[in-house]
Nanobody, 122 residues
Framework: QLQASGGGLVQAGGSLRLSCAAS????????VGWFRQGPGKERKLVSS????????YYADSVKGRFTISKNYAENTVYLQLNSLKPEDTALYCC?????????????????WGQGTQVTVSS
């Protein structure tokens, strides 16, 4: 089971840290991705980290602002969101895949967590 948290309401330019905690599984065995879906938009992969942690992906829209990391001791994956913009407003969900990486379309996702809402005001 995946538990996402850390969302909230923040002003443009602010920061949030999202957490994805796993119970019953270890992130050492899974690639992890963060997807988001804004109002009236399709779900999109924002960032992902491979099983080993050696490969990291960021969507162009968040490069340089978001940072994904795995904390094996806490069995948690974090997504640090900095320099937030109103267009980052979305429901953010974490997901795991047994593949080496999470596919951008989510087709190889094994399990989805519930979302955490991020709202950025201008």
């Amino acid at each position: 089971q995946l538990q996402a948290s850390g969302g909230g309401l923040v002003q443009a330019g602010g920061s949030l840290r999202l957490s994805c905690a796993a119970s019953g599984r270890t992130f050492k065995s899974y690639a992890v991705g963060w997807f988001r879906q804004g109002p009236g938009k399709e779900r999109k992969l924002v960032s992902s980290i491979s099983r080993s942690g050696g490969y990291i992906y960021y969507a162009d829209s968040v490069k340089g602002r978001f940072t994904i990391s795995k904390n094996y001791a806490e069995n948690t994956v974090y997504l640090q969101l900095n320099s937030l913009k109103p267009e980052d407003t979305a429901l953010y969900c974490c997901a795991v895949s047994t593949g080496n990486i999470v596919s951008a379309d989510g087709s190889n996702v094994r399990s989805w967590g519930q979302g955490t809402q991020v709202t950025v005001s201008s």
